[in-house]
């Protein structure tokens, strides 16, 4: 059992997160690509977490939530509201650790995903799909089974767990890195990302990224506040959430640029990775991506780390 | 230069290819996947030449060929007629020799693939779309400037380039492969793959996968002589080809079986490769995999190499 964080995170903290989570992670590669790198005129290292397990990053910040349960908390399981990639990263942290996991899914959830959750033997509990019932559905399956609720980021443990994956890169980029681009939803990723660089590699700047239409976090750095997305309206369906209270804490005082981006260039972004890499990524991986190639003057010459964050995408659904 | 091949390869020119062609190649990854390795109750071991320069293994056998050319015949250039991944390599081979690159291609072609052939500062000509067609222009443009025309596949060169993604795929394996299956289509890597394992690997079965509507190879081992395909109604597009002299001679020494399989088995496993692998492969990879499934009790707790030969594809078309 993994010591449990009041605070943000310190540097120990993320050393023993990320030593404690391995047996539920992948290291996941990194990889470069001379005709991207060309496009932007700067050296691009795109750190693939499509690669990790359940096929997302989200299965550190899972791996690292559930590994601070004490016996006693875990026998009552875990739970969560999701209908994407923490759902899985729940699921699959729950069946490592052989304890229940119940997951509140809208009722319209992919059933590709609803499919991938019940294959890691997790039980599925049916909502409608508004914020207030997926809450409503989730308080009332934890008020009933005692189970530990895990929230997707804002959370410190779960923090701690996604910085495992800019320390990776850090270690695995042949020469420190000016900058380091996570794209941006509820903050998470970008916490973890920013406490990461500041802790082991103070000399790189991290700058989110966000498509324009839910630039909550943009917003958020200019008037020091929370804000809320009044639109949805982007192809880049996992960055649609605005931060909570944690992430807002780390965003607002480690990361000083958000970086927005056009829908089109989000696709044109996608399409470029997978046809030059010939790598799957949903559509909020491109996005860092898409910021490197949109201010590519800012970037000239330098070493640039991007996150991609995840590779489960509907084939049949694709935005080209 | 390399020295000429004058015969089926042995292996001390397979090594000195391998060698040789070093700085025009990648040595691409070897990837595993548990959720496929469970469907077919096998260790499957995926070559990745869809991340090979080019996009495709097609690069080792043009790379190998360019550079048996001494250099007066080097000064007068490459050509070949093509369509696909072997214009490519041809093209790209010649930037990186300096030398001049003739391409024949169907008017017809995709201008992706148009557009990356001229990227590498190759001259197009084209032609109508037949064959017969195909074959006068390049005799034409050969006789007119007196350029080296690389074989796509019956060429002991060009074998001799293949063989090198089987030898490093015997490396990168932890443990000896039971099997290695690549797809056939003219046979040229088909050929390098049961060379490499014959002489590097010699408990290692190759077999070959073929697709139902283009069985050449699969009646030409049961006649006993080179047969024609009369339909070509495939998916597997890079697979319509014909064995020619010297792919037929050492297959039907080498390899003693051809699996085959139908349409519907390649999408399913082109679909799975690409959701459970995260990477983009083209339909003709996907035929092994899809032999693993289908003759599954052939490979029940056994080693197997599978080559997935490369990864352009046009995204517009996908056929799923």
């Given at each position: 059992m993994l010591p449990k964080i009041a605070?943000?995170?310190t540097r120990q903290e993320l050393l023993d997160t990320q030593i404690a989570i391995q047996p539920l992670i992948h290291r996941t590669p990194v990889l470069r690509c001379t005709a991207l790198e060309e496009m932007v005129g700067a050296e691009l290292y795109f750190k693939c977490e499509n690669f990790q397990k359940v096929g997302a990053f989200k299965m550190r910040g899972g791996a690292s939530a559930a590994l601070r349960l004490n016996t006693n908390e875990m026998a009552k399981g875990l739970a969560t509201h999701s209908s994407g990639n923490h759902a899985q990263a729940v699921a699959r942290a729950a069946q490592y650790l052989e304890v229940p996991a119940y997951i509140v899914m809208p009722e319209d959830a992919p059933k590709v995903k609803v499919k991938a959750v019940k294959g890691y033997g997790a039980e599925i509990f049916y909502c409608v799909n508004t914020p207030e019932d997926r809450l409503a559905a989730l308080e009332k399956l934890v008020a009933k089974t005692g189970a530990h609720f895990i929230h997707p980021f804002d959370d410190w443990h779960v923090i701690a767990g996604q910085a495992s994956c800019a320390m990776e890169l850090i270690e695995q980029a042949e020469a420190p890195l000016d900058y380091v681009i996570p794209p941006v939803g509820g903050g998470g990723l970008t916490s973890g990302t920013a406490l990461a660089c500041h802790y082991f590699s103070p000399a790189t700047k991290v700058w989110g990224a966000e498509p324009e239409n839910v630039d909550d976090a943009y917003r958020a750095l200019k008037s020091g506040k929370i804000e809320i997305n009044l639109?949805?309206?982007?192809?880049?369906?996992?960055?649609r959430t605005n931060l909570g209270d944690r992430t807002f804490q780390i965003i607002s005082q480690h990361v000083p640029r958000i970086l927005l981006v056009s829908e089109s260039e989000i696709i044109t972004a996608m399409r470029l990775i997978w046809e030059r890499m010939k790598i799957v990524i949903e559509p909020s991986c491109a996005v860092p991506f898409a910021a490197a190639l949109r201010y590519r003057e800012e970037f000239a010459g330098k070493k640039v780390g991007l996150i991609?964050?995840?590779?489960?995408?509907d084939l049949g659904k694709l935005p080209f």
């Open positions: 605070s943000v995170p639109d949805n309206r982007t192809v880049a369906d996992g960055l991609l964050t995840g590779g489960n995408v």
